[in-house]
């Protein structure tokens, strides 16, 4: 058997039974409270949940859980921000010990996370800024996902072109995005910004996609779509194959799914390249943190998830056709090595 780092720390807590570590009492392996299965109580809040990747993110949350045995609360608010301050209420009044808050709006989200905190109760954040230094930030380094697609854009294209840009203020992770593409405007001068469109309106991809049909219209010289949240990129692949104008026009984008996968192989397709994390991967990472401050530990304030460039080149020569078949060709994409104390348990097959 290959003793791994994390044989050998399970090896060690079990010869040496209940015992101490950086002041957290450890029994069979497993820090208090995890050392008794089923007495902790986490919630999920939830502000997005449509399209293929908050899906993936969700079952990455679940697996995470189950492997540590926890109880696992899921509250959906489907973009409402008032109800999803309030199912934070309601993850305090079932009595928790932890809550996952999974993107929302500052302004909603900053008070109700606080009330969270003075409840005595430990939380982490996806993609959601709440204001909080005693609330570590899960992000899927959204500057390094924006950089690493713009970076191709200009590869593929040159330094000169017009552009049209989906894009919605307010959301955490675009805001972020939204900083490396003013960045990139500034580098390359010859990039215009011929369009800016966007709305978070269910269902997303249809909703930009009758946007992206005018801006299409009245910007017919647009050669480059920056779509940097999957969702934007489905729609704007709509009005340009309705268009006739998928060999002018490339689409880069952020975040990847199997159904992503499939219309970036479509022939002809527009979707030239995506960078992006395994939403499950990013799942289990905020289960992680979240333990971790349960269990007395730190996992920084900012947890980072690195992203992977995918191109239409790669998945096409690599015939990868899903999910599974991109983390098992692409092993950088399968895992991350972020918050994984020698105590945790990860998901069979991690």
Not at 20 to 27: D, K, N, V, Y
Not at 200 to 211: G, K, L, R
Not at 226 to 232: G, M, Q, W
């Amino acid at each position: 058997m290959k003793v791994t780092r994390r044989v050998f720390a399970k090896l060690g807590f079990g010869l040496l039974g209940a015992t101490m570590l950086g002041g957290t009492a450890f029994a069979d392996g497993m820090p208090a409270p995890f050392d008794n299965p089923g007495k902790v109580k986490i919630a999920l809040v939830r502000y997005l949940s449509t399209g293929d990747f908050f899906q993936s993110y969700l079952s990455g949350v679940e697996a995470q859980a189950k492997a540590i045995g926890v109880d696992l609360r899921v509250l959906d608010s489907r973009q409402d921000a008032a109800l999803q301050s309030d199912m934070v209420d309601q993850a305090i009044a079932l009595g928790v010990n932890g809550i996952i808050i999974q993107h929302g709006l500052t302004e909603s989200m900053k008070d109700a996370a606080q009330r969270a905190v003075d409840a005595g109760i430990k939380v982490v954040a996806f993609d959601v800024n709440v204001a909080n230094d005693k609330i570590p930030q899960i992000e899927q380094s959204d500057r390094d996902l924006a950089r690493l697609a713009l970076e191709q854009a200009v590869k593929d294209n040159g330094e000169s072109w017009k552009a049209g840009y989906v894009y919605v203020a307010g959301i955490a992770p675009l805001d972020r995005r939204d900083e490396t593409w003013k960045e990139f405007k500034k580098k390359y001068s010859g990039i215009h910004e011929a369009a800016m469109f966007g709305t978070m309106d269910n269902p997303i991809a249809n909703s930009v996609a009758n946007q992206a049909r005018s801006v299409i219209s009245a910007n017919p010289d647009i050669t480059v779509m920056f779509a940097p949240y999957d969702e934007f990129a489905k729609g704007v692949k709509i009005a340009v194959d309705e268009a006739g104008l998928s060999s002018s026009v490339k689409i880069y984008s952020a975040d990847i799914s199997t159904s992503d996968i499939a219309a970036m192989r479509e022939p002809g397709s527009a979707w030239t390249a995506t960078a992006a994390t395994n939403p499950a991967v990013v799942g289990q990472v905020s289960v992680r943190a979240l333990a971790m401050l349960l269990a007395g530990q730190n996992p920084g304030h900012n947890v980072i998830v690195p992203p992977t460039l995918i191109t239409q080149s790669q998945l096409n020569s690599a015939d990868i056709k899903n999910m599974e078949e991109l983390a098992a060709k692409l092993p950088q994409f399968a895992h991350a090595d972020v918050a994984v104390p020698a105590w945790m348990p990860l998901p069979k097959g991690k």
